[in-house]
């Protein structure tokens, strides 16, 4: 990743084609040199998202088929399928057993496993998973279909367990933590046992707010700022240890 190591902050989770305006999103990202996937929801989206950012230094584009969007967009797997080999990244793809979703869990389970084999099959891919209600089903689902020595993983979002988070680390996984976990007793928690080795950051905007507004992938530093204190670290170690950990998940 030599052309990143300019990066100051790391957003590894944020859906920029979201934001009213996509490219002023992707402008200011690069002038504030942020390393930020830009995730996407359905294939559909790929590419637009690809064209805006095959030349952006900092900002990369991921392809996905969002667990929510599964119920009518099952059948958008094979166009997800086609496109994959023009991509590095992958997401937002996983599972979600919240209320909402749980009626599609078998259709979700389907696409997902679909996804990992085909990650499996090309190799070198990097994947940000969405865990919600689902966490041990997305454990078993990558321990099976996406062996570590094929892909890397990255949980967003990370609600799951402390022991859930040893196992996921145990299967190489990394954890892109956001504001909102870090406001949580259980999410501080969670990111007080994380190998340090392993953490990401991530805003996951415009889903999660800051000061009232969508955050952006600036706002990354609101969250170094909260695992520095959850870890007990200066903050300048929490910055160099983030771009340390993208660069080896990247090598
Ligand atoms: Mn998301």
């Known amino acids: 990743m030599t052309e990143n190591v300019q990066a100051i902050g790391v957003d590894f989770h944020c859906h920029l084609d979201l934001y009213p305006d996509i ?12 390393y930020t996937l830009t995730v996407t929801t359905t294939p559909k989206a790929w590419a637009r998202n690809h064209e805006l950012t095959r030349h952006t230094r900092f900002v990369r584009a991921a392809l996905g088929l969002h667990p929510q969007l599964v119920a009518e967009r099952a059948g958008e797997l094979l166009l997800w399928e086609r496109l994959l080999s023009e991509t590095r990244y992958v997401g937002e793809v996983g599972l979600d057993a919240g209320p909402r979703f749980y009626k ?15 990650c499996a099959e090309a190799g070198g891919k990097i994947l940000t998973v969405h865990s919600v209600r689902s966490v041990p089903a997305v454990l078993d689902m990558i321990e099976r279909y996406l062996p570590q020595d094929r892909g890397a993983v990255v949980l967003h979002w990370f609600s799951g367990s402390k022991s859930e988070a040893r196992r996921a680390a145990a299967l190489g996984c990394y954890f892109s933590v956001n504001a ?19 953490i990401l950051t991530e805003t996951d905007g415009p889903f999660t707010q800051i000061d009232g507004r969508p955050s952006e992938p600036t706002d990354v530093r609101t969250t170094v700022a909260a695992i520095a204190d959850v870890r007990n670290l200066p903050v300048e170690a929490v910055t160099k240890l983030v771009i340390s950990n993208l660069r080896s998940l990247l090598a």
């Open 104 to 118: 599609s869990l078998d259709a979700q389970e389907h696409v997902f496993r679909g996804v990992l084999e085909r």
């Open 23 to 34: 490219e002023a999103a992707i402008a200011r990202t690069e002038a504030a040199r942020i």
């Open 180 to 198: 909102d976990m870090t406001r949580s007793d259980r999410g501080r928690a969670v990111v007080t046992e994380l190998p340090i080795d392993r």
